[in-house]
């Protein structure tokens, strides 16, 4: 069993065995994905994965599934060796919040504002809420990664 089999297989046991509710797919032979039923269970899955050792915060992606879906997602990439594992996790359009991953994994924090100004995900935990990339006087609730954003608001 190569490295990535071993970590993808390890992934799996512990997504699907332990006490969190998931539900896990392969949508390609070194992917994992495993959608989060509750933000509750985010922080132990991502300390989990690090005490087993599968892998680093690659990237955290916003992902606006439209208006008419209500809902935003929210994409944790971790890689160990060809393995991909992405935590999915589903959020309100309205008020949605995330707990900080920055007290496990520190380079987690940039992902975390990215997303916070660029989608309006809030970051519970966030230990610096300031912009970076969006210039100061940008409007507040005016997210330009969201599809309903109009830019005629920003003239």
């Known amino acids: 069993m190569t490295k990535t089999e071993e970590a993808l297989a ?3 046991d512990m ?3 332990w006490a969190w509710e998931t539900i896990t797919v392969r949508p390609e032979p070194n992917r994992l994905d495993a959608t989060l039923k509750s933000t509750d269970d985010l922080i132990p899955i991502v300390v989990a994965l690090r005490v087993k050792r599968l892998g680093y915060l690659s990237a955290i992606t ?4 439209g208006v008419e879906a209500g809902e935003l997602e929210v994409l ?3 890689c160990a060796a060809a393995a991909v594992i992405t935590l999915r996790l589903r959020l309100p359009r309205e008020a949605p919040v995330v707990p900080s991953l920055s ?3 520190p380079s987690a924090e940039a992902f975390e504002r ?9 970051i519970s935990g ?3 809420p300031e912009r970076l990339y969006l210039p100061d006087d940008w409007p507040e609730g005016v997210y330009p990664l969201r599809k309903d954003f109009d830019p005629s608001v920003l003239q």
């Open 10 to 12: 390890l992934a799996s």
């Open 15 to 17: 997504m699907e065995n």
């Open 62 to 65: 916003g992902l606006d599934l």
């Open 76 to 78: 944790y990439h971790f």
């Open 103 to 105: 007290e496990i994994i």
């Open 114 to 122: 990215e997303l916070r100004e660029m989608f309006g995900v809030e």
């Open 126 to 128: 966030l230990k610096t």
